[in-house]
């Protein structure tokens, strides 16, 4: 709860510890009702603070001190101070020693911070702040110590100990207790210890490194989880590989781990060699995982796996450095995915949620830098703009430099800072140093926040054969930071003649072309850039690849969009001209819609889309995702004003029209790839994601039509179909179909065959959390009384109350502020269970400003309701106090 944490930490104030501590040595009692801390700290003077031995000021929260020794010598009341985060005692010599025991209670930590139990087995969350709910420590990133870990628990209920680096040492205590030594070789901040006991089944593989080394691979579940494992193991067995090929990076250790458990705050975590998993990113079979489920765990397997290097290894000097492990590690986790599967697929999904969701935080009043100057509570600022942006600009800077030299930079930044804690200067001198290129401007998307518009007009002169690009770059303001210097953007672009043709490029100055596509570097606020020797009016292609996180705008035509569309050579720039194209469609129907008109629907988009359908060359997870029209969310990022019921209904109007329209080439794909589907077994690979993927984007179009035959198709692939992926999209149809009778079996069926199965019944909740149809509050309510529902799984917040508030746009923003009440009623509640899942599920609520009055006063009133609630976690007091200000 609020105590003194709430105050602002700034980065300008960043002090080396005044202390380091060399060893730690931790014994771990585990019992039902409590659990005993032992800690050993082998400290010394941080030579690099100055001189005289200042007072150790230690973190500690919810902690009972039991016993305290500085130097064997048993401290009493007089020696030290407490208060509710510090224990302050004062050294006598440059080196010491710290004994310290404290009582905690995992069992009831709803938190999941620190050490806590989730169902029966205990395990730990110690990043950003959480070990110092565990023992009294030097709870910051730039303390990095080797660990050594004894755990002692009963044997019967806790058969599995488990914690960082090698095991060393086990044996059996009397009273039906065992014990288990851990030793991790590698000097590590807390936030990256873990431990795990319960009673857990492991698959086990191995690998050989590059250099002949044989790891361990050691995946521990529920017992009944079991056969849901080889999928993520595949995935950390190609991650392993990967990042020697492309990175050069070895595994360190002889054994790696990765536990799945229930109850957890976020995706994952990468505490070294004992990687702890939410089990929806390690769990994935076909029966029970879809294809986008089976995808993330790759990506998640591969996040945590390259963090080893990118965040263990080297790590960060300071909380505001986040971004310096996470933008890096996503960068690397996306590009995996990328070489692993479709490349131009991976960039539209990238791409579509940067834009939805990023943009819009970057946008909203918690806007903040990629490495930010202030915060209150760190856990508020595990953002998308740290992790997607912070990937953006990695990948900025990977286009900057090209391959090579990107390499070139990260073994020099690996090989310098083994073993620190470092800063993104750090890292930005090392891809310097390593290339030669100069990135002092390049910084800017470091240091200042916001979305930068790119405005760009054309000149082409017939006489002279030039063709000029005006670019224009501004940045909105954001909180605390109204004026904003030119960022480096840089541009990839294609021109192209009236037949599709790449034209060469040659700028003014240039004695010859330099090929056809290539990448301009803007750098001033205003910049024109001449290409010579071109022969005809050219259309350009620009931002290729989405080569920086701006708002581009351009006056293309609709006729040039569709040319885009067939021309470009760019697979994601021709994704681009659809979506383009689309979005100007749909803001003319919510125009139409606005003023009272009748709505119709531009045939250009029609004809475009038919064209894909028709074209069975074509990528079919290319052809799906240009099927699927701008999502309501992003409709709303890119409104001025959003109109939460025009967007809707023109969103839905367009779908109507088109699948009426492509009634026939629709079906004809969906049951040629149904068809496919029925005669192959499940594989998890691209060609089978993409056949996959249009079938069932076909199948919810078709459903609009309301055919008979539809309708039969629709239940026969829910019913038989022997993957997750095809039944739950069958049942999501269903489920938004107005078809009542169907829908309710199919929804019974569902629950009683998955009852048993958490993640699955995730799936149930959130298909009817994201239900458009009327009555969704009502829906969400009953749901919420289901008995596989509980507030202190963050899994089933997120998968009801969050698919709600996030994806059912027309019935969270009913017009009566139902849906606003409803979302800070559980923020409240969850404020004292879980402050971190309270204050991220409050994100919906702080985007008061897209809307018009109305709304934009009941969601205010809300977020004041929830201000005068109570005693705030500093988590949610942080996100409501500026959401407000
Ligand atoms: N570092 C982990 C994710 C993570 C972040 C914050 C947490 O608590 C505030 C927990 C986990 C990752 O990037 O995978
Ligand atoms: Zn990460």
């Known amino acids: 709860m609020r105590t003194e944490q709430s105050k602002t930490i700034y980065l300008k104030d960043y002090q080396v510890p005044d202390y380091l501590i060399d060893e730690t040595h931790l014994t771990f009692e585990l ?4 659990s005993l801390v032992h800690a050993q700290l082998v400290m010394r003077r941080n030579p690099e603070a100055g001189a005289g031995l200042p007072p150790l000021v230690l973190d500690g929260q919810q902690l009972e001190l039991l016993e305290l020794k500085l130097d064997d010598r048993e401290l009493g009341e007089g020696d030290y101070s407490l208060t509710a985060s510090h224990l302050t005692l004062q050294p006598t010599q440059e080196r010491f020693v710290v004994d310290s025991s404290v009582r905690i209670h995992p069992e009831s930590n709803t938190a999941l911070e620190g050490l806590y139990k989730s169902g029966t087995m205990f395990c730990t969350q110690c990043e950003a702040e959480g070990f110092r709910k565990i023992t009294f420590y030097l709870d910051r990133p730039d303390v990095m110590s080797k660990f050594t870990t004894t755990v002692s628990a009963e044997q019967h209920a806790y058969p599995v100990l488990l914690s960082n680096g090698n095991p060393v040492a086990s044996g059996s205590e009397e009273g039906g207790r065992h ?11 807390a936030y990256l210890f873990a431990l795990v006991a319960g009673d857990l089944w492991c698959v086990e593989d191995s690998f050989t490194t590059m250099s002949s080394r044989e790891v361990a691979l050691r995946i521990y579940v529920e017992p009944e989880n079991i056969d849901k494992v080889q999928h993520a193991m595949d995935s950390l067995k190609r991650s392993m590989k990967w990042d020697e090929e492309v990175y050069g990076r070895e595994y360190d250790l002889d054994i790696f781990m990765i536990v799945a458990v229930n109850d957890f705050n976020m995706g994952a975590m990468e505490n070294k060699g ?47 450095q986040l971004s310096l492990k996470e933008g890096f590690t996503v960068f690397r986790d996306s590009e995996f995915s990328a070489d692993t599967h479709s490349r131009t697929v991976k960039r539209i999904e990238d791409v579509a949620y940067l834009r939805t969701h990023q943009f819009a935080e970057d946008a909203g009043p918690m806007a903040h830098p990629v490495r930010p100057d202030a915060y209150m509570e760190i856990s508020n600022f595990y953002t998308l703009t740290i992790y997607e942006k912070g990937s953006e600009v990695l990948r900025m800077i990977h286009t900057l430099l090209g391959p090579e030299l990107f390499r070139k930079g990260s073994d020099l930044y690996f090989e310098r800072h083994d073993g620190q804690a470092v800063t993104c200067d750090d890292f930005v001198k090392a891809m310097e140093d390593a290339s030669g290129i100069d990135l002092t401007q390049f910084k800017r998307w470091y240091t200042q926040a916001g979305t930068p518009r790119l405005q760009v007009s054309e000149a082409y002169d017939a006489s002279a054969q030039t063709y000029s690009l005006t670019f224009r770059q501004s940045c909105p303001a954001t909180p605390g930071q109204s004026e904003k210097l030119p960022f480096v953007i840089p541009l990839a672009l294609g021109l192209l003649d009236a037949q599709g043709n790449e034209l060469p490029l040659r700028l003014q100055g240039e004695a010859t072309a330099s090929g056809t596509g290539r990448v301009l570097s803007i750098t001033e606020a205003e910049q024109t850039f001449t290409f010579e020797g071109i022969a005809e009016q050219p259309l350009p292609s620009l931002l290729r690849g989405f080569s920086a996180p701006v708002k581009l705008s351009f006056p293309y035509s609709r006729d040039q969009l569709m040319f885009l569309m067939q021309h470009d050579s760019d697979g994601f720039n021709r994704w681009e001209a659809g979506q383009q194209l689309s979005v100007q469609v749909l803001q003319e129907l919510i125009g139409q819609y606005q003023r009272g008109e009748e709505l119709a629907l531009d045939q250009r988009l029609v004809e475009a889309l038919r064209t894909l359908l028709l074209d069975e060359s074509l990528d079919q997870a290319m052809v799906a995702e240009m099927l699927s029209l701008p999502g309501e969310a992003y409709l709303t990022e890119i409104s001025e004003v959003a109109d939460v019921e025009a967007i ?77 992926t095809e039944r739950l999209a069958a049942l999501a149809v269903l489920v ?20 048993d199965d958490a993640l699955v019944m995730d ?16 829906r969400v309510h009953a749901l919420m009384q289901h008995e596989a529902f509980t507030l202190k799984n963050p899994n089933k917040v997120r998968a009801l109350i969050g698919a709600f508030a996030n994806q059912n746009l027309i019935n969270f923003h009913q017009a009566d502020g139902s849906g606003y009440r409803f979302l800070a009623d559980q923020v409240i509640t969850l404020n004292a269970l879980n402050p971190q899942i ?22 205010k009133a809300e977020l004041e309701r929830i201000l005068a609630s109570g005693e705030l976690s500093s988590d949610v007091y942080e996100v409501v106090s500026k959401s407000l200000a």
């Not at 994601?689 to 035959?709: C, G, P, T």
């Not at 919906?844 to 009055?853: G, I, N, S, V």
Request: glycine share 2%; aromatic share 12%; with cysteine.
């Open 31 to 34: 019992f039902e009702d409590h």
């Open 179 to 189: 014990w288990a030594t851990w030793e991790d070789p590698f000097k590590k901040p």
């Open 274 to 320: 004992l990687n702890i998993f939410n089990s929806s990113c390690v769990l994935a079979k076909a029966e029970t995982a879809t294809d986008a489920a089976h995808q993330r765990v790759e990506a998640v397997v591969a996040h945590e796996y390259f963090h080893n290097w990118s965040g263990n290894r080297v790590t960060c000097r300071d909380w505001f």
């Open 648 to 724: 809707h209904e023109a969103r839905e109007f367009a779908r109507l029209q088109l699948a009426a329209a492509l009634y026939t080439p629709l079906l004809a794909r969906y049951q040629a790839n149904r068809d496919v589907s029925r005669a192959t077994p499940y594989v998890a690979e691209a060609a089978h994601f993409a056949r996959r993927s249009l079938q069932n984007i076909a199948l919810s179009y078709l459903m609009l039509s309301q055919q008979a035959e539809v309708l039969a198709a629709c239940v026969e692939q829910f019913e038989n179909a022997d993957n997750m």
């Open 736 to 755: 938004n179909s107005p078809f009542e009778a169907e829908r309710s079996k199919a929804l019974a069926m569902f629950a009683d065959f998955f009852k």
């Open 763 to 778: 799936q149930w909740f959130s298909v009817q959390a994201g239900s458009p149809l009327p009555g969704g509050l009502e």
């Open 838 to 859: 309270a204050s991220r599920l409050l994100a919906p609520l702080t985007r008061w400003r897209k809307y018009a009055p109305a709304r934009q006063a009941q969601m």
